[in-house]
Structure formats: structure tokens, C-alpha cells
């Protein structure tokens, strides 16, 4: 499951390359910690994503495709 987390993220943020697991492990910590923090779930993605992959974030497409919470949930699958 976390090969398609990884094809999710790089469609939603427009990133250049597929993410490493450990960035998008890193990812899903990140969106984790700001959901919990009370940040609205598509904000928190965002968020992550630029603090994650800086030089790769394109905010296109965040809000097409799967949801914040989708990948999160598709995610616990593997963690």
C-alpha cells in the first residue's frame, strides 16, 4: 500500500519524482501532527508537502484526486 501513497502524493502536489518511502513516511507524520493541531485536513497536507519536498511542491491539483485523510488512511494500512 505505501507504493500507492507514494504515486498519491506525487500526484497531488505535483511533485517531479515519486517520494522516497522515508519522505513520505516523513509526510504522513508531518499531516498527522497538524491534523491533531487542529489544522483543517487539506491545509495540513499542504503543509507537510512543503515542508517535506520544498523544491517539488506544486499546489495544482491539492484539492483533486484523493483527500488528506484518504492517504492517511491508506497509509495505516502498512504503518
Excluded: C
Amino acid at each position: 500500500m505505501i507504493e500507492r501513497v507514494r504515486l498519491l502524493l506525487k500526484s497531488k502536489y505535483g511533485l517531479v519524482h515519486v517520494p522516497s518511502v522515508h519522505k513520505t513516511r516523513r509526510w504522513i507524520e508531518e499531516a498527522r501532527a497538524k491534523l491533531a493541531a487542529g489544522q483543517p485536513s487539506e491545509q495540513a497536507g499542504i503543509a507537510a508537502a512543503q515542508r517535506v519536498f520544498p523544491y517539488e511542491f506544486k499546489p495544482y491539483n491539492v484539492h483533486t484526486g484523493a483527500t488528506v485523510e484518504e492517504i492517511i488512511t491508506e497509509s495505516s494500512a502498512d504503518t
